[in-house]
């Protein structure tokens, strides 16, 4: 039985003044280096990620190093790993460069003992998503475990809040409206695979327009337009588009209820396209 409350606004949450003062002064390190077109972002990425995980061997060559440390120090540089976009055909190998250091900065971070820390993580991707993503508006919110395909082919409107463990596959590309919220688990797809043979692979650009919230565990296919202010339920798989305001639940997908706040238009048989643009 849920307990209902009204309305849960969210509490401030604000560290301790001095461990905020340290966290801010890491931050505004990171946001002037990626905006330094001088910085090599490869080694600068490295560096940070070093100074999380082994700050004691700052400085150090690799063969001053103790052995069993070389192996995971060389694999925090970018220049090192190899990463699963990589081996796509259609990846645009200088945008991804330019990218690539950013998305391991993010990876490891999370992984790491900084992490999980809300304060501090939802600012550091916020100034990271800036760099990476082809558009990103104002408030970019996400938290830990979120994971991109190339990152630069997401855009992303204002107030978009990405919850932990979600999946923006962003290989044909990803839209997002203005306050849009994807919850926890949630998977979005832009590329799908023939059933005939699995090599031979389709991107579409996913699209989700303004206010529309994808729950907990639910997962959204390739060149799906889900229209605004709809809802797709906990666990369901989205298909085909989603109407604008409608709510869709279950595998597939399918509309239960129209949200009592949409307009007259947006029950029964009215089409996505009639709806994205009336008020
Ligand atoms: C989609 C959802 C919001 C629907 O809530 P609702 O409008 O109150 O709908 P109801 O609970 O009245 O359900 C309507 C019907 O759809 C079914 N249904 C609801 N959610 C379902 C789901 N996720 N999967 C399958 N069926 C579902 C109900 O069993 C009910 O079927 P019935 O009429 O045969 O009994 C809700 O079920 C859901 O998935 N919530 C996820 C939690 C959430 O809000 N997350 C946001 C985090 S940011």
Redesign the pocket.
Known sequence: MLLHVDFLPLRDAEPDAAASAEYDAWLQRIESALEDPDVDRERFCFEILRDIYFPQYAGQALDEVPAAVRLPLLALDPRNITLEPEQYAEIDVEKYGRVKPLLWLWQMFDKSILGQNVHLGVRFRRILARHIFKRCGKNFKCFHFAEFSFGYNMEVGDDIVV?RHVLLDDRGGIELGDRV?I?DYANIYSHTHSIVDQRDVSNAKTVLEEDV?I??HATVLAGVCVGRNA?V????VATRDVRPFH?N??VPAKS??VKPSAPPEASGTTTVDSLRHSS
């Open positions: 919850h919220s919850a919230r729950t907990y809802m339920g906990a666990a369901a709510v639940v279950g239960v209820r």
